[in-house]
């Protein structure tokens, strides 16, 4: 497996456009969740998702973020309309939930909102 | 919220040097696991000790657990410029739903 996979690497945006990060899970992961770090404040968690299904939104800081996963090989993260302060580094990670396992993370997004 | 809480925020040693990292949590757990970043990547596994451990090796990495005071630590053995990184904890909270919480991390600096 060539491991989760997200795009685009970069991203740079003018302040009030519409952001669409992308990732594609490990096959056979029934998690998946959002991330995004900033030297501020961290590695944040946005949403995760089990089997497709949103688990848990509460870290979504606005109603500008959306996430979907329409199926089990890729999940979206939406920023409408984008602002400066979200400028950051994105990551997906994703893991297959049993006793003792691990998450693993793609290399992130990096989006800078200008 | 964190439930991990990494001390210190970081550290610059020189190599052959041991590293130590600490790590604190508020909650019980089924395992605690550690993580690298390098600049501009992203997080890696590096090694999973379950709640009822105390202390595991791999390699250069030999981690510890302490239940009773809900800490662990990550030593780094005869460290080697390549080991210049982020280092995060994260807890697997009993009943999280296959969520991990992450501590803010160490940022080590080993200097040649």
């Known amino acids: 497996d060539a491991g989760v996979i997200q795009s685009p690497r970069h991203e740079v945006t003018e302040m009030g456009q519409e952001v669409t990060l992308r990732c594609k899970p490990i096959s056979g992961h029934d998690y998946l969740f959002w991330y995004r770090q900033t030297m501020m404040r961290g590695l944040e968690l946005l949403i995760y998702f089990n089997n497709n299904v949103p688990i848990d939104d509460s870290g979504m800081p606005e109603d500008r973020f959306s996430a979907k996963m329409p199926n089990a090989s890729f999940s979206t993260l939406k920023i409408q309309p984008s602002e400066p302060r979200d400028s950051a580094v994105y990551f997906c990670?994703?893991?297959?939930?049993?006793?003792?396992?691990?998450?693993?993370f793609g290399q992130g997004t990096r989006l800078t909102v200008v | 919220s964190q439930q991990g809480e990494e001390d210190p925020q970081a550290l610059s040693i020189q190599e052959g040097e041991n590293a130590t990292m600490n790590c604190s949590y508020k909650?019980?757990?089924?395992?605690l696991q550690w993580y690298r970043q390098n600049s501009g990547r992203g997080l890696v596994h590096l090694i999973l000790i379950r709640s009822n451990e105390r202390e595991k090796h791999s390699g250069r990495l030999r981690v510890t657990l302490d239940t009773s005071k809900k800490s662990s630590s990550l030593l780094i053995t005869a460290s080697r410029a390549a080991d210049t990184a982020s280092y995060f904890c994260a807890t697997d909270a009993e009943g999280s739903q296959g969520n991990l919480i992450f501590g803010k991390g160490t940022k080590l600096s080993v200097k040649p």
């Open positions: 990670a994703s893991r297959f939930w049993a006793a003792n396992t691990e998450a693993f």
């Open positions: 909650t019980s757990i089924n395992n």
